[in-house]
């Protein structure tokens, strides 16, 4: 049984470019949520995907876009990448719009 | 501003004695509190919880406790064990919401 899988592992990218990150949710899942981890903080919550729909949204600009996928996969879309975009970006997955968050390893992104 | 707050940003411990991990929350409105397990270049981990109608919560070596009148919960692990070693985040959510919101975390080092 396939947990949540991210892609990339790791990303290097230049200020003011753009970055779509990928994660496939565990299987049976179909909501998807994404976080932000800078260093020395937690995840902080950036928003949520059901039934291809953005659900709910934390306090981040519109320059973090996302989508869901008819297979539950989702993309996180970043532009215009400030420096202070470098974090690990967590993906979780669960059943429904509660329950139990399944994480991803997450994607490593540095913005130069 | 910080709604939940992890005060101690590490904590070492030897092995088979007992590890206490703090958290505070500001909150009122929230209602489910959850307990994270992360390793190094894993994605976080579901633990245990607590719904707020409950005081105490149970499963193995690992037990919360809530007070709500004071906004405090606490992790307990007894006894500790060297696998046991990781960041430990604490989130809390409100009813209907589903997302938590984290606290900073708390690097747990047990010593053999």
């Known amino acids: 049984d396939a947990g949540v899988t991210q892609s990339p592992t790791h990303l290097i990218k230049t200020r003011g470019q753009q970055v779509t990150l990928r994660c496939s949710p565990k299987?049976?899942?179909?909501?998807v949520s994404w976080y932000q981890q800078a260093l020395g903080q937690g995840p902080q919550f950036i928003f949520q995907?059901?039934?291809?729909?953005?659900?709910q949204r934390g306090n981040f600009p519109d320059r973090f876009s996302g989508h869901q996928f008819p297979n539950y996969s989702s993309e996180l879309n970043v532009n215009a990448l400030l420096l202070g975009d470098s974090a690990l970006y967590l993906c979780?997955?669960?059943?429904?719009?509660?329950?139990?968050?399944?994480f991803g390893p997450g994607t490593r992104l540095t913005v130069t | 501003d910080q709604q939940v707050k992890q005060n101690s940003p590490s904590l070492s411990v030897q092995e088979g004695r007992i590890s206490i991990l703090n958290c505070d929350y500001t909150?009122?409105?929230?209602?489910?509190f959850l307990w994270y397990k992360k390793y190094p270049a894993e994605g976080p981990t579901f633990l245990i919880s607590?719904?707020?109608?409950?005081d105490k919560n149970e499963d193995g070596r690992f037990t919360v406790f809530l007070n709500k009148s004071a906004k405090h919960l606490s992790l307990h692990i007894v006894p500790s064990q060297p696998g046991d070693s990781a960041v430990y985040f604490c989130?809390?959510?409100?009813?209907?919401?589903?997302?938590?919101?984290f606290g900073r975390g708390t690097s747990l080092i047990v010593h053999p």
């Open positions: 299987s049976g899942h179909d909501t």
């Open positions: 909150n009122s409105m929230f209602d489910y």
């Open positions: 995907y059901y039934e291809e729909e953005e659900r």
């Open positions: 979780a997955s669960n059943l429904g719009q509660g329950g139990e968050q399944y």
């Open positions: 989130a809390a959510s409100r009813g209907g919401s589903y997302i938590p919101t």
């Open positions: 607590i719904s707020s109608i409950k």
